[in-house]
């Protein structure tokens, strides 16, 4: 059963790219005020 994360100030997905790597984690949603942040993001 995947853990279910919601990744508050993403930033560039640093975390995100990690947790998948290492598998395990289902990503449900993300938050930041950056909006370059948030193209990064969207594009993953």
Known sequence: M???V???FCGMSAF???AEQ???FE???YCDIDPT???V???L
């Open 16 to 18: 995100r790219s990690a």
């Open 27 to 29: 990503f449900v949603g």
């Open 22 to 24: 290492i598998g395990g």
């Open 37 to 39: 942040a948030i193209a």
């Open 6 to 8: 919601l990744d508050m």
């Open 41 to 43: 993001y969207r594009v």
């Open 2 to 4: 995947a853990i279910r």
